[in-house]
């Protein structure tokens, strides 16, 4: 059975569910067509490979020969791999039944590449509360404070929170409901927030099966 698929981040808006207002996040739904199929006996295991959306130019040559087997004239701008249970029903070449895989009513989890904020300090990095402000301290009001202990160990114990680089690493969003799927402008809505900068590819794993009850009210 297959539970993920690839959207692209569009933009934010609101709607307005039992009387009260929702923050909501459009997803573009990207042409996502089978390029290969992975096999236990083969492979040693069942995945299906999705070349997402196509770039306006031929393909790479190491691609050429791989696409040609799902009819595939253009460059990919993504190849992606789903893991799957059992051998899937599709065949190469075939598009992903997006309306059989995910539907309003469904609560998923979204997986992305978080926006990097560059270097960053433990108060904005992991919510530190700082040091003393007064009492003759002048600048140690957002410093980290003590990173170890004194001979013994005589070492900075590995996974210390201290200063470094913060986001652009995976980051996952759990318990999103999906408020819509619109298959005639190719996009779906999800209550909430989700990882990554506009124009980004997500993963939506749908964690489980609901009721369309929560449609948005025009």
């Not at 899937?88 to 979204?110: C, F, H, M, N, W």
């Not at 001979?151 to 759990?174: I, N």
């Amino acid at each position: 059975m297959i539970t993920e698929i690839y959207t692209i981040k569009s933009h934010m808006t609101q709607a307005f569910i039992d009387g009260k207002r929702v923050p909501v996040t459009i997803l573009k739904l990207p042409t996502q067509v089978v390029s290969q199929i992975k096999t236990v006996d083969k492979d040693g295991y069942y995945s299906l490979q999705l070349s997402i959306d196509q770039k306006n130019k031929s393909p790479q040559k190491s691609l050429l020969t791989h696409l040609k087997k799902a009819k595939l004239t253009k460059q990919p701008k993504w190849l992606r791999e789903i893991r799957l249970d059992q051998e899937p029903q599709l065949k190469v070449g075939e598009s992903l039944p997006i309306d059989k895989i995910i539907a309003p009513g469904d609560t998923v989890s979204v997986t992305g590449i978080s926006i990097g904020k560059g270097f960053a300090g433990v108060m904005k990095r992991f919510g530190f509360a700082g040091g003393p402000k007064t009492h003759g301290q002048s600048d140690r009001s957002r410093a980290p404070g003590s990173i170890g202990r004194g001979t013994t160990p005589g070492r900075v114990l590995p996974g210390k929170k201290m200063p470094g680089h913060l986001g652009a690493s995976t980051a996952v969003t759990k318990n999103l409901t999906v408020l819509a799927v619109d298959l005639d402008k190719n996009q779906l809505s999800v209550s909430g927030p989700v990882p990554g900068a506009k124009k980004q590819l997500l993963k939506l794993t749908v964690t489980r099966k609901g009721k369309d009850t929560n449609q948005p009210k025009e």
